[in-house]
């Protein structure tokens, strides 16, 4: 874990003002009300993710980009990294920041109207979701295959969901979070 934070710079993936406070551990703006996570948080939710090389992700609510660059380096280049984000703009700016980090694994492309995640892709073998539910979202628990992990914060608690081989879920439910919602 440590090595992706050391090789993926979070710098790469904030706006010219904010730049200077990389290395902050608090979310920090990336425009149109969103942040740029804060990194305690990023590697607690990458550390329960368990991300093994060669894995297909999709990360939910790519914003800056940081998270899929990051997930990109733990996949390494025998894996996929899909990031899908709510507002184009973020999806442009997060696809340009991604772009200099040269894992061609990886894109980010915006959502389609209505919506969640990338049922065309599917299934992934790990989602990471960085917004919150207010409920568990079925349409991205479907997307998980078997054997699959998600890492989504829903109603202010990190919940871990896990779908066993035999396709059965289970839900545990760790710390406490504030995140931007899911829309
Ligand atoms: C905390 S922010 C960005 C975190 C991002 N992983 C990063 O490192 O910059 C969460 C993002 O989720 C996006 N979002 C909210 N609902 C979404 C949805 N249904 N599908 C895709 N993205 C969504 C927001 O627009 C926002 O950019």
Redesign the pocket.
Same mark, same amino acid.
Do not use: K, M
């Given at each position: 874990m440590s090595a992706a934070f050391a090789a993926v710079h979070r710098e790469a993936?904030l706006t010219d003002t904010e730049r200077r406070y990389a290395g902050k551990d608090r979310?920090l703006p990336?425009g149109?009300g969103?942040?740029?996570?804060q990194p305690t948080t *990023?590697r607690n939710m990458l550390t329960l993710l368990d991300v093994q090389s060669g894995d297909r992700v999709l990360?939910?609510?790519?914003?800056?980009?940081?998270?899929t660059a990051l997930l990109g380096h733990l996949t390494g280049s025998g894996g996929r990294v899909y990031g899908?984000?709510? *507002?184009p703009d973020?999806a442009e700016w997060?696809s340009r920041n991604l772009a200099t980090q040269g894992m061609t694994w990886t894109s980010i492309q915006p959502?389609d109207d209505g919506v969640?995640g990338l049922p065309e892709h599917a299934p992934f073998d790990r989602i990471l979701v960085?917004?919150e539910a207010r409920r568990l979202p079925e349409a991205l628990v479907d997307q998980l295959g078997r054997g699959g992990r998600m890492v989504i914060p829903v109603f202010g608690r990190l919940s871990v969901v896990d779908r066993d081989v035999d396709g059965s879920v289970n839900v545990r439910r760790v710390g406490h979070y504030a995140? *931007?919602?899911?829309?």
């Open positions: 993936f979310p990336i149109h969103q942040t740029n996570s *990023v990360d939910v609510g790519s914003g800056s980009g940081w998270t899908v984000e709510l *507002v973020l997060g959502a969640l960085s917004a995140f *931007v919602p899911l829309r």
